[in-house]
């Protein structure tokens, strides 16, 4: 393991660092990242592309002790392969702009490349992990909603081996995850789509750049739908109603159907994006666009 | 002298002649300066928008490791006694005194070798205030027992102020009142009155570069190095709090990444100079883009305009009354109550006009100057206003204009006679570009488009006076020593130029010294856009100077007139070797009548007049509320451009910096904290905000007395934008939003509204 003085790692003069000094660790295995992140002390925890922790660190928000940077773990865990059934395996240090351009997952599952047209920027998506993405837990993020409708699940690696999780389960609420603090996202596994045909839409009240005001995520097949809503929501919330209110029905007034479930069924949250009254509203419209959008695939 | 001989400089386009440094990353800016020995700065904010200081806790952040000293406002009054600064008012303390005023004011500072260190003391001080009742809305500021100042102090320089001198118990800094013909007469014999209400939002200026200032202690002198637009005030201001004569106090100042009205007068520069003397070494502070959102602002305003028009659609009687929320320090604002108040009536010949303009204390962060000095705020209403009207009246929103635009030769409401205001031309072009005698679409089903115009006008700033000098070194280059802030809008190369076309050299080899209060002389400030204008005017005749003093060297040395003679020559023979200089030197001050106090009228209002219009088609989605801009058309009078390709960018930039104020920018407050002072939630125009199309277009035009016909251009094409787009709102779906930004959230509600089914109220 190195350690090091952040001071010296940054290499800069004094007057150019942004944060306060603390101890950057920088493991060469999961195994010792487990190990290291193993304290109860909240000032100690792990960093992958760190878009979101240093915005806390310079907002006072979050003052570390002691970062475990996870870039110099295997290399296995920034790769993108796949099964012979389409099966993907995202290793969660795998960038968002590599999984942008990843041929494989333009293949078998086109939706996350055109999501990420619009998720965040390309600086961010240049150092943004996948596996920090979800830990981050942040509801205004556009994959959690679309990987719970892809029926993803998720390697969770701790000091006792390995689980697995949908994607679903990770999130306990607003900015809470169900990990523990010694456990780290390894691997996002998203399960053949064959005939499925699957949507996002991302929606943004301010500038086209911003966190989404409501993300909706779609995925349908002949019989069935998952219809997730995000952003607007504690955490990505499958809308039970609005699926069933679209059945195995694709018409318009189906569609519409579902939108109007989806509007009576969520618990919407308001921010400075919208009140949950307008949100409400959109809900309704966005679900139809969504799924419009996903039965045009 | 004659590497390049052009016919002309003026009217080039030439590429600013500081690119190259900057996207290579060599240019000098005042975030990059380190001097030997220097501290770093840190801020105590108020977290209370209103209150009374009992205790200042600094123990902890003094005991801390690397603090060198914690100062509070107590230690200013030590060192200076009266430690109050501003341009109208001496309101604002240089760390808060007795009381606080809004949230984020400084109260304390910490020094420290590290930034981070003194930051870190910042977080270990504790305040303890007595709560006093708050105001944060202009119009009930204005009969509140809430009372921000207990006592007004205008600065003594400013007559039109000193009957406000001890004012008490008024939120109201400054009123500002016009009376031309009699507006009841007007309403009295108009057919039909109309009358709404608008608002605007608070926003803030957003230059990338956040403001910046370091002081270093000299014996018996003091120098500040500072992101400002304004030098020449910041020595004068900076020399009276200390007493000291101006020769001591030396600012320079370096390239900006931004200004827009953000850094003129004092912001930082008074406190670095206050820490520097107190700890006797070199201060530095830096604010955090989240720090701006206090220091300065933009004035939300709510402006009510009624207008008594005839049948036949002539516009005979019109009455604005508007209040500027001005916040906790009167800044500037006062200036922008007055100078811009009195064209709050629009670019409209109207024979009975009535204004009331106040400028009030509340206790939000302060507002000043930002890029447009409150027209687009006016403009906003006015424009918006007439829209209404036409609608209302069923006339042809362009028609309506025609009817009514103030045209060349006709008195504006203060009396001035209109002079190369070029409103009408502005007015045709944007017909002409929108194309606006065809048909036009305007959509089905939940996607319908709209268009609309809008125009508005701006005096300069007046009377305020550039100073220039053109220094001719011994080989015949020649350095221009200048204190206007080349802060992004190209001022170094249209200066450039004009020295160039006088001087008959090549406008790349012309030198522009940057402000320097030891060595270049004193200008006004960079605001306003009145650089092109004053300082252009005083180029030009610093390098006529110099041409004049070559020609007497000449005649000195025997030869016959227009022997034309090289200077390098010239000098050669006068000195025996290389050596000696010509210096040109010039000032300009244009001529200027200040208006009546009771009737606002005046003779001369401004030296010139600066016009913009905006044309926008967009489009609105009548499920979600959400505008796309397809199309944004921006015209301007910039008399005859110095630099067509700059003046071209710094329309596009107006707009697009007006975009973001009419869409998506907006401080929000809850209980007078700001709730999204940063920007990840305040939200500026990315590249796929743009409208699809742009257009932006100088019309022919010639300012007679500006310098080789040209005048300013840095907010004209900010006047129209927001009124432009709610206009297209309306025609495209037939709601009308009155307050900004256009939200949305705010236009689904309306579109609800208008059916019949409201959505419910509340978050």
Redesign the interface.
Known sequence: VVVAEVDEYLGG???D?I???FELAMPRSLVEAIDLLDHDDPAVRPIGGGTALM?MMK??LFRPQRLVSLRAIESRFKTITTDSDGTLHIGAMTTLATIERSSEIRRHAPVITRTMR?LA?ARVRNVATIGGHLAHADPHLDLPPLLVALGARLTIAGRDGERTIPVEDLFRGYFETTLRHNELIAEVTVPPQETQRSFYLK?T???????PALGIAVALDEHHARIVVGAATEKPTRLAAAEAALGSARDEKALRRAGDAAADEAVLV?D?H?????KK??LR??VRRALEGALQQ | MTEIMARSQVGRSLPRVEGRAKVTGRAEYVHNL?LPGML?AKVFRSDIPHGLIKRIDTGAARALDGVHRVITGEDIRALIPNPYYGPAFHDQPILALDKVRHIGEPVAAVLA????IA??GV?LITAEYEELPAVFDEVAAMTSSAVVHDVLKPAGTFPDLKHLEGKRGTNVALDFHLRRGNVETGFAEADQIFEHEFRTQQVMHTPLEPMVSVAEPHDNALTIYTSSQSPSFVRIEIARLLGWPENRVRVKVPYLGGGFGAKLYIKLEALVAALALLARRPV?LALTM?EQFYTITKHPATLRIKSGVTKDGRIIARRCDVWWNGGAYADIGPRVTQKSGFTAAGPYDIEHVQIESYAVYTNRPPAGALRGFGIPQLVWAYESHTDLIARALKLDPLEFRRKNILREGKPQATGTIMRDAALDLVLERLALRMNWRQPFDHGTGTLRRGRGIAIGFKASIAPTTSVAIVNLYADGSCGLYISTVDMGQGSDTAMAQIAAEVLDIAAESVRVVHPDTDVTPYDMATLGSRSTYHMGHAVRLAAEDARGKIAALAKELGLPQGSNVPLPELFRRKYGMQAGNIVGVASFVPPYSSPNHETGLTPNATPYWMTGGTGAEVEVDT??G?VRVLRLINIADAGTPINPRIVETQLSGGAIMQL?FT??EEM?FRDGQL??A?L??Y????F??LPAIMENEAVAAVEHSGPFGAKGVGESATFGVSPAIANAIDDAVGVRLTALPL???AI??AL?AAKGTP?????
């Open positions: 003069e004094e007057a660092r944060v306060r000094p915005l907002s006072g619009r920027n929606w009240a301010r500038s086209a750049d911003d966190w308001s400075q919208g009140s949950a009254v307008y509203e959109l419209v966005l | 380190r770093y070798t590290d930034p981070h930051e870190e977080q530095k989240e499920e979600t959400h973001g869409l998506t929000v709730t999204n940063s990840a939630d939200k500026i125009p990315g796929l905000d939200k949305p959230e689904l509600r609800h959505l419910p109220e509340g978050r």
